[in-house]
Structures are given as structure tokens and as C-alpha cells.
């Protein structure tokens, strides 16, 4: 499974990001995926979690009510709706799959990784 993570950049405080995770080399809708987020001098974090329904979904304390994530099966892509942004969202978001489509929270579950995207939320 090869993932390509995409969409961060800089935003101001408030504002709205939605980045991408694009995947191949195996049926899409059979990979669970995991959005986690690392910020300097910090252990990477669970964000959120989409499983092989697009309605089974889980979010960090941290991000519930403010980010969505979602799935395209048509695109091979999940994204990451990030509203109401604060400067401690600034990280690396990373994309993580799991290709026998189970729930997972840690980074340590998680076999297949992308390679991150910059966001940065100026306060």
C-alpha cells in the first residue's frame, strides 16, 4: 500500500484545511485509515479515523466538532476536514492504513504510512 498525503499549508487561526491521503496498490475499500498528527518535540497523536463504512468514524477529544473526515472509494482518497483551526493543530498530519480494515488508535498498529503534509496555523 502506497500513500501519498497532500493539502496542509498555512492558515490563520479560524480558518480551514482539508487535506488529502491518496492511496494505491491495494483495494481502497478494504484499508481502515488513521489520521495522526506529530508537532515538534511531541509523540505523534492520534486525529481521527475512518473504517471500511464511511460512517464509522472516531475523532480525538482535541478535534471532535471541528474536523470530519470522509472517503471517496472512487478516488482512492480519504480526507480530513479541518475547521476552526487553532495554532495547536500545527503539526506533520500523516495518514496511516490498515489493509485488514480494523479500528486502530496508536501509530504503533498501523503498518502503512504516508509521507505527511505541513500544516501550520499562525495564531
Known amino acids: 500500500v502506497q500513500l501519498q498525503a497532500s493539502g496542509g499549508g498555512l492558515v490563520q487561526a479560524g480558518g480551514s484545511l482539508r487535506p488529502s491521503c491518496a492511496a494505491s496498490?491495494?483495494?481502497?475499500?478494504?484499508?481502515?485509515v488513521g489520521w495522526f498528527r506529530q508537532a515538534p518535540g511531541r509523540e505523534r497523536e492520534f486525529v481521527a479515523f475512518?473504517?471500511?463504512?464511511?460512517?464509522?468514524?472516531d475523532y480525538a477529544d482535541s478535534v471532535k466538532d471541528r474536523f470530519a473526515i470522509s472517503r471517496d472509494n472512487a478516488k482512492n482518497t480519504v480526507y480530513l476536514q479541518m475547521n476552526s483551526l487553532k495554532p495547536e493543530d500545527t503539526a506533520v498530519y500523516y495518514c496511516?492504513?490498515?489493509?485488514?480494515?480494523?479500528?486502530?488508535?496508536?501509530?504503533?498498529?498501523?503498518?502503512?504510512w504516508g509521507q505527511g503534509t505541513l500544516v501550520t496555523v499562525s495564531s
Open positions: 475512518i473504517g471500511l463504512s464511511a460512517s464509522r468514524t
Open positions: 496511516a492504513a490498515d489493509p485488514y480494515g480494523r479500528r486502530l488508535y496508536t501509530a504503533e498498529e498501523y503498518e502503512y
Open positions: 496498490g491495494r483495494t481502497f475499500s478494504w484499508l481502515s
